[in-house]
């Protein structure tokens, strides 16, 4: 699944070799999303650790990202984890058709999905699980 978000920087950690293959990078947007602002945690991994080294803390940016989800049995017991692993960094004149104050949208537009949510700074590319007329939850 390929989302976009688009905030500024927080938090640029250094690179981690996990194993002998497998090397990764985090990183930290903020994004404003209503009242208070959300620190979201991204990684980059493999050959795509260095698309964060143009960039320092405090810089608007627009990333491309995919949802990734694994799951490993340790001791008897199922255990998740999931990811936000980015493949593409764009400074914040890049971003231009994104929302004021940063935010969501969808990767690739969809044409004859209707749009369940109201707010125009959350997008993404996955579709709704239900409508809201069966969901009676109050938040």
């Known amino acids: 699944m390929a989302y976009e978000a688009t905030g500024r920087l927080h938090e640029i950690f250094d690179e981690q070799q996990v194993s002998e293959k497998f090397r990764k990078r985090e990183f930290v947007l903020e994004v404003v999303d209503g009242q ?3 620190h979201i945690k991204f990684q980059l ?3 795509k650790t260095a698309l ?3 960039y320092k803390i405090g810089d608007e940016v627009k990333i491309s990202f995919n949802l990734r989800g694994r799951g490993f049995n340790k001791n008897g017991q199922m255990l998740y984890f999931t990811n936000l692993e980015a493949w593409r960094i764009e400074s914040g004149a890049g971003a231009a058709a994104a929302p004021q104050g940063g935010g969501y949208q969808q990767a690739a537009p969809r044409a004859a999905a209707p749009a369940q949510n109201s707010n125009p700074n959350l997008r993404a590319s996955a579709a709704p699980i239900a409508s809201d007329d069966d969901n009676d939850l109050p938040f």
Do not use: F, G, K, N
Request: proline content about 22%.
């Open 36 to 38: 208070y602002p959300e």
């Open 52 to 54: 964060i080294d143009p």
């Open 45 to 47: 991994v493999q050959d």
